[in-house]
Structure formats: C-alpha cells, structure tokens
C-alpha cells in the first residue's frame, strides 16, 4: 500500500512539475533607441573665428596691442564684432569683460543673417565671459579677505611680541625667588 501511495504521489508530482515546464516564457522585446545625431555644419565664418580666438591665447601684450589697431581699422560686422569682444576679453583691463560681453549681446541680438548665424557662438562666448568675471569678482573678494586677515595676524604678532617683551622687563621678586616665605 505504500508503495502505491507513493507512487502515486510521485506521478502527480511528476505532472505538476511536467505542467510548469510547458509554460512558455512571454518576454517583452526591449526597444533601444539610439541617441539622436548630431549633425555639425561646418561654417567657415566660425571656424575661423575660433582660429582667431585661439591665436590670441598665444599672443603677447605688445601682439594684442597691435591686434586691436588692427581690429579698430575693421567694419562692424557681425564677425569682426565678435573679434572685438574676443580681443576685449583677452586684453584683460578693467571692464574689458563687461564690454566684450556688450558687444556679443548686440550680435546676438541682431535680426541680419550673418547675426544669426554667428549668434549661438556670440552666446556661449557671452556665458563664458560672464562666468570669467564672476570668478575674477570671487577672486577679488578672496584677496582682499585674505589681505584683511594678514593683517590682522601681522596686529596680533605685534600685541604678542609686546607682551613677550613686557615679560621679559619684569624682574624676578626677591620674595617669590625664596619659596613663598612669610
């Protein structure tokens, strides 16, 4: 009788397990899409001014100089435009920043089609220049900070030498010499 209870246990679990490996597994394709290309249209306008941008990273005070006699001979294009605000930018002076930025606003803002194309470059050399400035505003503040504090130090080294010196012109105490006796 056991035999027969087992073997029929046996059978019916040998058909539920059976029936499990029957089902199929449904699997969803998985759909990948491709990133988006993108397509650069090379500008031979804007080729050349980032040429131009380049070569002033390598010029000299006394080449950029020169470059902007040159660049003060030019019309106002939109692209000798942004050769002003670039030669600004490099040059460095006080406001030169804001006024390389002002120049690029006008391209950017522009409605000729020259404009328009140069515009995005305008805009990022904008963005670039107004984040250069906004670190030169912290590095500014950090100097004169860092000023304040040395001399600060320079007050409290004083103080210390004085009283170190004031130390030392105390005489010792004839009684304090002999032990604290009464």
């Known amino acids: 009788m ?52 380049n070569s002033l990273r390598l ?16 019309d106002h294009a939109p692209h000798n435009t942004i050769r002003r605000a670039m030669l600004q930018a490099s040059v460095r002076a006080s406001g030169d920043l804001a006024r390389a930025q002002a120049l690029l606003d006008t391209v950017a803002q522009a409605s000729s089609k020259e404009a328009q194309l140069l515009a995005p470059l305008a805009q990022v050399l904008s963005g670039q220049y107004g984040e250069l400035q906004r670190q030169n505003d912290t590095i500014d503040k950090l100097n004169s900070q860092l000023r304040e504090a040395q001399r600060r130090n320079d007050l409290l080294n004083e103080k210390l030498e004085g009283l170190k010196n004031i130390e030392r012109s105390l005489s010792v105490r004839p009684g304090a010499a002999s032990g604290g006796q009464k």
């Open 59 to 74: 010029m000299t005070p006394s080449e950029l100089t020169k470059a902007q006699l040159d660049v003060a001979k030019l």
């Open 2 to 53: 056991m035999t027969r209870i087992s073997a029929a246990s046996l059978a019916a679990g040998l058909l539920l397990l059976s029936g499990c490996a029957t089902q199929q597994v449904v699997t969803k394709p998985v759909v990948v899409q491709a990133p988006p290309r993108v397509v650069v249209v090379a500008d031979p306008q804007v080729a050349e001014l980032l040429a131009y941008q």
